[in-house]
């Protein structure tokens, strides 16, 4: 009895297992982090191109 709680004591895998977790998990806030980020500022910039394509002047064709 002794031998199996000093076995379930040495045993790691479950802590491995956790700091893997947390691992993905910071990741994948620091990736929807930058694509939240990176989304917006392209947002922007078409937002701007759009305004201008609208404001320009259709140049009517030469018959």
């Given at each position: 009895?002794?031998?199996?709680?000093?076995?379930?004591?040495?045993?790691?895998?479950?802590?491995?297992?956790?700091?893997?977790?947390?691992?993905?998990a910071?990741?994948?806030?620091?990736?929807?982090?930058?694509?939240?980020?990176?989304?917006?500022s392209?947002?922007?910039?078409?937002?701007?191109?759009?305004?201008?394509?609208?404001?320009?002047?259709?140049?009517?064709?030469?018959?």
């Open positions: 009895m002794k031998n199996l709680f000093a076995r379930f004591a040495k045993d790691e895998s479950g802590a491995t297992a956790i700091e893997y977790g947390l691992i993905a910071l990741i994948s806030v620091a990736i929807i982090g930058g694509a939240t980020t990176l989304g917006t392209i947002d922007s910039k078409l937002q701007g191109i759009s305004e201008t394509l609208d404001g320009a002047v259709a140049v009517p064709a030469a018959d």
